[in-house]
Structures are given as structure tokens and as C-alpha cells.
């Protein structure tokens, strides 16, 4: 069933194209005083999330909507404008507190998997830059985590993460590898689920982790999905990051049993947080909030596609 799914999914969006994206406008930082001398100088503080604190977990419970812009049907996120979304987002995100303080997050799949390979034979392509730069303010406005999902096709996920830097560097995104549509050599994007090993995992892990350390940024999400093992094959060597809070997120669809099946045979809460995905269309009597709140552990990372 998923393998059909997957090729309506990466058909959808065959015509996206990038463009140059609006420049970033960074805030000044205030000047010391002349007579201070440079040695007495207080170090510049973390920048913050946007509720507060520099650390994710455990103080918040993160609910995310899923998808591409301008795109349904990839995901609930797409079905409108982030203006249009969010209130929405923050209806379905309130009863998951479960005793911590709700942080909402929209995650955009950044680049999607594409049917064909397109010119650089990656079968893959980057939305265009101007609609992140929109999804990067709009959450910053409102005090969103925003998400960037890639899907690499047959190429890699670290020059990917690489092209998102100016988005990256901001103190609310965070980043989400996709193994699902990271594709072997001469494989298609929704006639194969894909796989990433743990070297490609910690490179990416590693860049991350090092603009978080260079830009003096709190915690950043760093989100694995995951709904077979095969998609992370060597699991247990994917390497905690300094300043990354390393989600497995368990995707699997379709009937609870099914779905706890796929929880219960994936999750490893000894090496990561975890999250869970609900599906409106095809999940079969849906998990409700008061559910997974009952699961143990319990999800600290909640989406909604």
C-alpha cells in the first residue's frame, strides 16, 4: 500500500522549481560600550526558543503539521497559508500537553522527492527559497518551530542541509532527514523505500551541531523518520550531537495494531526522543491525544500529516 502512496506523492509536486530567496535581515547586535575594555566583555548569551529557554526537552511537548507548501496533497501543513494553518495547528496541539507547556512546529518538506531525476539526475528538488524564507518569518512572527524535511532522492542529505544555511542558522529551525526517499544507486523515488547508514546520519548531525555551537543557538530539533528498520539499518551507531535534541520518529500508518506493532518493534527510547505520526486520511481510528499520552514513553515530538 505504501509504495502506491509514495508514487502519487512524488508525481504531485514534479514541477517545482527554486528561485533565489529573499536575503535574510539579521538584527544588529548592540555594540560595547567604548570604555569597556574587549577582555571584560560579557559573553553573549544563547539565543532563545521561541517560548523561552534554550533546551527543547523535557520542558516542552512539540505538535507539528506536516507537509509541503501550496500542496495537499503531501501533507495537512499544505492544505493553506501558514496564516490560514496555524490556528488550526494550535487546536489540534493543546491537548497533548500532558503536564508540559505545548510548542507548535510546522514541518516543511524543503526539498521532495521527485518521479524523475530532473537535471542533476538526483530525483530530487529543492522548493523554491522565497516559500521557506515565508515559512521561516511567519514562524518566527508567531513563535513557531519550523522543521526542514528533506527528501534527497539518489543524492545526499548533507549538501541539501548545506543549501538551507541561512534558514538553519536562525534560533527556531531545525532539520529532518527522511531515509524513506533516500534512494540506492539506480532506484526510484516511490518504487523503493529507501535508506541512509549512520556515517551519512553524523555528518549531517555533526554540521548541524556545529552551527548551533558557532551561532551560540539553543537546542535544535534533529528529526529521523523512521517505519521500517531497514530504513536506518545501522541505527545504533547514529552519535548523539551537543546542542541537537535527536528525535526517531515513528511514521507507520494504518490500523492501531498496525501501528503499535511498527512502535513497538522501532522505538529505541535508550538512544533518542521519540515522536509519533498521526495520519488524518490513513491512519483507521486514529489515535486521539488522550491516547498517546497514555503510550510509554510517551511521544515528545507529536505531527500530524
Not at 50 to 71: E, H, L, M, S, W
Amino acid at each position: 500500500m505504501r509504495p502506491v502512496l509514495a508514487a502519487l506523492l512524488v508525481a504531485a509536486l514534479a514541477g517545482c522549481s527554486a528561485d533565489k530567496p529573499k536575503p535574510v535581515e539579521r538584527q544588529p547586535s548592540a555594540a560595547a560600550p567604548s570604555v569597556v575594555p574587549t577582555s571584560s566583555a560579557r559573553p553573549v548569551a544563547p539565543a532563545q526558543l521561541p517560548q523561552g529557554g534554550t533546551k527543547i526537552f523535557p520542558a516542552y511537548r512539540v505538535v507539528a503539521y506536516y507537509g509541503t507548501a501550496g500542496n495537499s496533497t503531501l501533507g495537512v501543513l499544505g492544505e493553506g497559508s501558514p496564516d490560514k494553518m496555524l490556528p488550526k495547528l494550535r487546536a489540534a496541539a493543546k491537548p497533548f500537553a500532558g503536564g508540559r507547556k505545548v510548542q507548535p512546529a510546522y514541518e516543511l518538506i524543503a526539498s521532495v522527492a521527485q518521479a524523475g531525476p530532473g537535471a542533476d539526475g538526483n530525483y530530487s528538488r529543492m522548493i523554491p527559497l522565497s516559500r521557506i524564507q515565508e515559512y521561516v518569518e511567519h514562524a518566527r512572527r508567531h513563535k513557531v518551530l519550523l522543521i526542514l524535511d528533506l527528501q534527497p532522492g539518489r543524492g545526499d542529505f548533507l549538501p541539501q542541509a548545506r543549501r538551507l544555511e541561512r534558514f538553519l542558522v536562525q534560533p527556531h529551525v531545525g532539520l529532518a532527514l527522511d531515509p524513506e526517499w533516500r534512494m540506492p544507486k539506480g532506484k526510484v523515488p516511490g518504487k523503493t523505500i529507501g535508506r541512509v547508514g549512520a556515517a551519512e546520519v553524523n555528518r549531517v548531525s555533526g554540521y548541524l551541531s556545529g552551527l548551533v555551537r558557532a551561532h551560540k543557538l539553543p537546542e535544535k530539533l534533529f528529526v529521523l523518520h523512521q517505519f521500517r528498520a531497514s530504513m536506518l539499518p545501522d541505527i545504533t551507531r547514529i552519535r548523539k550531537q551537543p546542542g541537537l535534541a535527536l528525535v526517531q520518529h515513528v511514521d507507520g500508518f494504518g490500523t492501531r495494531s498496525e501501528k503499535d506493532a511498527t512502535w513497538n518493534r522501532l522505538r529505541r527510547p535508550q538512544q533518542f526522543h521519540l515522536g509519533y505520526k498521526l495520519f488524518y486520511d490513513e491512519d483507521v481510528k486514529r489515535y486521539r491525544a488522550a491516547d498517546v499520552l497514555k503510550f510509554k514513553p510517551v511521544p515528545e515530538l507529536v505531527s500530524f500529516q
